[in-house]
């Protein structure tokens, strides 16, 4: 994973006056401001993967809960004190004079410069604030953590946020979309706790991480074989594939914590469903519509993949059914084709695990075997016993 980066920038310190200081420029009111620094700027990151590149172009940005602690460290009894899913957009039109970077927020936040002590020189002194983001961000209603606004659809994608009266790491509780073109891929941040006020030129970083497992699916016909590196299949036969579905048990909803990535609550079964509307080409033949299949592994979709919580599904409960015709020209037939159905469902013998962050190919392979004839046997004739017919004889 890239880097995503925040920037603190930090009000110089006020030192007293008095003949053992000497007195420095002083700035006023220096907010907290966010930095990514990433490659150059790529797509809109709601669906789909998310790059560091992305995210700056994103509609969504990220949201981040920052929690002040006075002189202490963050503990799960602290609440979102400082920050409340806060948005953080990017802005190529940013003034960079008074803010080199252009990751921009309202309202600011400055930094804290111990006012809670009872220290009398400024500096001595080292309030803390900690800090947890995630991407993408939506809005909520702050009381409750209800998203103001379903994306992609009600009870799908980000579903809800931890309230900003609850104590402890921020959750995200997240339910995968049922179409694969919908996919959000949800990120949370490593969090950076305890963070003092900073030199203005400060850092503090931030690494985002994958918090769903991704499913490349890809579809392969194997035509007279077992093994799918041979070419079989007859030029006069296409495979069109009407629809792909995968199942997968007790990956559907559950709730993340910012805090290490892990997940809970989890229930639900996935079930997402190829077809026309979500293969990124499709072929048309004797009125079928559908992916056209061919001997070569091919991803269903190129754009974005089926994403599902992380964790172990029991044997049994990771399913691929498949809907797909085999349509063969033939000129000798009524309406010149020969069209035939195949429904298929193959479940999983064995145990699978899926870990979060990381992809997964799923190469469905649909096995076909020509209809062949031969021969075993022509038959030997056998004598029959011999037949007198009576005629009408010649005379002498």
């Known amino acids: 994973m890239k880097k995503i980066m925040i920037l603190a920038a930090v009000a110089a310190l006020a030192l007293t006056a008095c003949a053992k200081f000497e007195t420095e420029k002083v700035v006023e009111n220096e907010p907290v401001a966010f930095g990514v620094y990433a490659g150059n700027a790529a797509s809109k990151a709601t669906y789909g993967d998310i790059t560091t590149a992305s995210l700056k172009t994103s509609e969504d940005g990220f949201g981040v809960f920052a929690y002040y602690t006075l002189n202490n460290a963050w503990t799960t009894s602290d609440k979102p004190n400082f920050m409340y899913n806060q948005q953080v957009k990017y802005n190529d039109s940013a003034n960079t004079t008074l803010y080199p970077a252009k990751w921009e927020y309202s309202p600011l936040k400055y930094w804290p410069n111990g006012q809670n002590s009872t220290e009398v020189e400024a500096g001595t002194v080292n309030d803390k604030v900690s800090f947890f983001a995630y991407a993408p961000r939506i809005a909520v209603t702050a009381a409750t953590g209800v998203p103001t606004t379903n994306v992609p659809a009600a009870g799908q994608g980000i579903t809800a946020v931890s309230n900003n009266d609850a104590a402890g790491a921020p959750t995200v509780t997240f339910t995968v979309p049922s179409k694969p073109e919908e996919q959000i891929d949800l990120l949370w941040a490593t969090p950076v706790k305890d963070q003092t006020k900073q030199t203005i030129t400060g850092t503090i970083a931030f690494t985002f991480n994958h918090a769903l497992a991704k499913l490349n699916v890809k579809v392969q016909a194997v035509v007279d074989a077992v093994d799918p590196t041979t070419s079989n299949l007859d030029a006069n036969t296409k495979i069109i594939l009407e629809s792909l579905e ?26 997402i469903t190829y077809n026309t509307s979500s293969f990124s080409s499709t072929t048309t033949l004797n009125g079928k519509t559908g992916f056209n299949v061919t001997e070569t592994a091919t991803a269903l979709n190129t754009t974005t993949s089926p994403m ?16 797909y015709w085999v349509i063969t020209e033939d000129a000798a037939l009524k309406g010149s084709y020969s069209t035939v159905q195949n429904k298929i469902r193959k479940t999983s013998t064995a145990g699978i695990t899926f870990a979060g962050g990381t992809s997964y ?3 469905a392979l649909l096995g076909l075997t020509n209809t062949s004839f031969t021969v075993t046997e022509v038959g030997a004739w056998t004598t029959g016993a011999n037949q007198e017919v009576d005629l009408p004889q010649n005379n002498s």
């Open 361 to 363: 190919e799923v190469l």
């Open 308 to 323: 599902i919580i992380p964790g172990t599904i029991a044997s049994g409960d990771f399913i691929i059914i498949a809907n």
């Open 246 to 271: 995968v199942k997968a048990a007790g990956t559907k909803t559950g709730t993340l914590s910012l805090n290490d990535g892990s997940w809970s609550n989890k229930s639900g079964d996935t079930d």
